[in-house]
């Protein structure tokens, strides 16, 4: 191998480089939109799931085990080809929808497990000073959940952000998508599925490090830190 | 009469916690509540302010009743302040906002309302200095003093202590039995489960001796501790005292 072939392949890879970083930001816009989604239903279905109304926590349970006993690829063609063609959504919704419902179900479970996590006595006295469930889910339990939920709800994204890939199924022209049609255009598999992949790690592995970070704060501070004046 | 207890029951199960009791408490009365463990001493306390759920019976808390209803349960809450043996303070708040928050929520008072009506509190329990510490960064004896404090700044009539000094290293049990004297001698209408015979004889106007569900005996410290009628009463004291 002489050093021209090495150079040329240097040049070829930072091409593919150059021309898939320019549609990064619907794979970051998807992952995005679709979390804060999930954290939205994540959320509302986790406090629904320990509700005393068993209509409710039912329905929660229904939810939640539905969306993760079947496959997002499928959610997603449900999404787009099935509800989309009949309430007519773009594919960008149709995408943004089927990953947040499906990751909603999982952050659910984070939710609740966080709100499970807190000692019952904390419940107690917040409803010996006459708090209300609400009054006390809000102020006592939920900010010490916080504490909990970051590290497993800080993962689900970088699972998130892996799985927006599969909505390049559906013609939604992020990173996967993009690196699919210059392949097959260029004849550089090679080259466009090592730079996909590369691109990919970079952001999952710099949310990785922020992770770790968050988690440090969060011990670090812990009880301590917040200032929730009231 | 500002308590009144009649004939309530507390299943667990098959295990029937509170059998039958029939209680009256009169506004100002510190009463301590004595019996082996297992005896059901806390669960009354718990049913006074609801945190257990009655199976017959009925309490009468100063003109609002606790049935199985549970309609006045978030009145006779206010009324009543609770101490806790595990402390329960919010670990996420200060100090001064552990003891803010549900006067701001519940009692709708201004922040600088609460704030002062905290920093009073505060300072009669002696932390006044602890303001902006968290409860991570206090002794077990100042924690319960900011929980009781917690409890009086919703202004209650009643205050349940259950075996608050239970989980103190000795050193720190004085420093908060001297806060409830305090309270006793500035009227407070108080319940106290304790294993602090001392303080049952100094303080207490009536001492009630609780076994299995029932209360078996009550009387005056005086005569209770000196000339107990019932053997199941004497094998007690023969055994604390």
Redesign the interface.
Known sequence: MTMTWFFEQIEILSRVFYYLIQVVHWTILISISAYVLAMVLGLVFGVARISRNRIIRVFAGAYINTLRGVPLLVLIFFFYFGLGKVINLDRFVAGVLAVGVCYGAYMAEIFRSGIEAI?Y??H?????????RW?TLR??IL??SV?IVVPPGANEFIACLKDSSLVSIIGLRELTRAGREYANQYFLDFHTWLVVGVIYLIMTLSLTRLVKYLEKRVAVH???A????? | MIIDVRNITCRFGSITAVDNVSLSVDQGEVVVILGPSGSGKSTLLRCL?A?EEIDSGEINIDGFLIDKSHRHI?QI??E???V?Q?F???????VL?NV???Q???RRRS?AE?ARVSKELLAKVGLQDKLDA????LSGGQKQRV?IA??LA?NPKIMLFDEVTSALDPEMIGEVLEVMKQLAREGMTMLVVTHEIGFAREVADRVIFLDEGKIVEQASPGDFFTNPTHQRTKDFLARVL
């Open positions: 000692d006595g904390q107690e006295a917040a409803m010996s000073l006459g708090m209300t009054q102020h006592i900010p010490q504490r812990g009880y301590g917040s200032r929730d004046d009231h | 302010n945190l978030h809450r206010l009543v302040g609770m806790f595990a329960n303070l919010f670990p996420h708040l200060s906002n803010n928050l549900a701001r929520v519940v922040r609460a968290y409860p991570g960064q929980a917690r409890a919703m």
